[in-house]
């Protein structure tokens, strides 16, 4: 049962970062677009945060390996990081603050990507 969650976790991230937040940044103007994703990134933290807590879980309970163990603590602990910094990044996207926009956002998709890559490696470790 312990595979099931990370696939659906890189599932999700695929899904959301290469389907959902392209089309709706192409069909949307920027305004309801910045709308849209305040309103969906934190959801997409917190479902990967209780995923990563699933799969932390799942991978204890079905003894799984200690390199599993560790891409599911990841993943969890990302996640919520990933979700406390969305406050902050929305201030410095709001205040004109590039700087501080720039290095948060780079915070959240380098984490997420890392995610993903963890989530797909588990299959294999």
């Known amino acids: ?4 969650i990370p696939g659906s976790i890189a599932g999700i991230i695929l899904f959301q ?3 959902i937040a392209p089309v709706m940044f192409k069909n949307l103007d920027i305004k309801d677009f ?3 994703i305040r309103l ?5 933290f917190l479902i990967i945060a209780f995923l990563g807590a699933l799969s932390l879980a799942s991978t204890y309970n079905e003894s ?3 390199y599993q163990m560790i891409i599911a603590g990841f993943t969890f602990v990302m996640s919520i990081i990933c979700y406390l910094i969305i406050p ?8 004109g603050n590039q700087k501080k926009f720039d290095l948060l956002h780079k915070v959240s998709v380098y984490s997420t990507v890392l995610m993903l890559i963890g989530n ?5 470790v």
Not at 1 to 4: E, G, L, R, S
Not at 88 to 95: C, G, H, I
């Open 1 to 4: 049962m312990h595979f099931y």
């Open 17 to 19: 970062t290469a389907i």
């Open 34 to 36: 910045g709308r849209v």
């Open 40 to 44: 969906v990134w934190p959801k997409f």
């Open 64 to 66: 799984g390996s200690q």
């Open 88 to 95: 902050a990044t929305n201030e410095a996207s709001d205040t």
């Open 120 to 124: 797909i490696a588990y299959l294999f």
